[in-house]
T-cell receptor, first 116, second 113 residues
Framework: KAGVTQTPRYLIKTRGQQVTLSCSPI?????VSWYQQTPGQGLQFLFE???????NKGNFPGRFSGRQFSNSRSEMNVSTLELGDSALYLC???????????????FGPGTRLLVL | GNSVTQMEGPVTLSEEAFLTINCTYT??????LFWYVQYPGEGLQLLLK?????DKGSNKGFEATYRKETTSFHLEKGSVQVSDSAVYFC????????????FGSGTRLSIRP
């Protein structure tokens, strides 16, 4: 079974631009969560999507948004990029996510975003 | 609030040494506890987990026991290898509703041949 895939793997943008990252979960998984990893703040939860609906959200500004499609693939968008948005963005999938609270999340390799 | 505290790194050991990475947590209720590993240039991989008190998670020679009385989940391995060099994250997830995982700051482990 293929793992979680994320595209692109690396991205360079300039301040003020917007970016869209993509995540394809493990086949059959319906929950997709996004995390931001930075040296200063560590790993922080962004949001979770399940059945095309945002189910949980972390403490990030409205510039960070996401969506999920009917095939469970998810995209994350960051508008008006700031230097501090440079990070590794990780996506994780599980069968039902927070519905059961007991599932294992499987992480993708991440998209490394550099904002200049 | 819920939080995870793990020992500062980096930790440098010789091959075949005994490893302990300390992890303590603060949480209400009965969270699930995890250790994730991140190899250079890669995403996170689940190493092991425990979902209730006194459970022992184990994988690839690593072990951790869920100790509710000391709110700890220390990672141990009896004989480390160079290939174990990575960053290790202790994490918890509340058992109520959130899929959100709260991570510790990570401990970088380097193993010398």
């Amino acid at each position: 079974k293929a793992g979680v895939t994320q595209t692109p793997r690396y991205l360079i943008k300039t301040r003020g631009q917007q970016v869209t990252l993509s995540c394809s979960p493990i086949s059959g998984h319906r929950s997709v969560s996004w995390y931001q990893q930075t040296p200063g703040q560590g790993l922080q939860f962004l949001f979770e999507y399940f059945s095309e609906t945002q189910r949980n959200k972390g403490n990030f500004p409205g510039r960070f948004s996401g969506r999920q499609f009917s095939n469970s693939r998810s995209e994350m968008n960051v508008s008006t990029l700031e230097l501090g948005d440079s990070a590794l963005y990780l996506c994780a999938s599980s069968l039902y996510g927070s519905a059961t609270g007991q599932e294992t999340q499987y992480f993708g390799p991440g998209t490394r975003l550099l904002v200049l | 609030g819920n939080s995870v505290t793990q020992m500062e790194g980096p930790v440098t050991l010789s091959e075949e040494a005994f490893l302990t990475i300390n992890c303590t947590y603060t949480a209400t209720g009965y969270p699930s506890l995890f250790w994730y590993v991140q190899y250079p240039g890669e995403g996170l991989q689940l190493l092991l987990k425990a979902t209730k008190a006194d459970d022992k998670g184990s994988n690839k020679g690593f072990e951790a026991t869920y100790r509710k009385e000391t709110t700890s989940f220390h990672l141990e391995k009896g004989s480390v290898q160079v290939s174990d060099s990575a960053v290790y994250f202790c994490a918890l997830r509340k058992d109520s509703s959130a899929s959100k995982i709260i991570f510790g700051s990570g401990t970088r482990l380097s193993i010398r041949p």
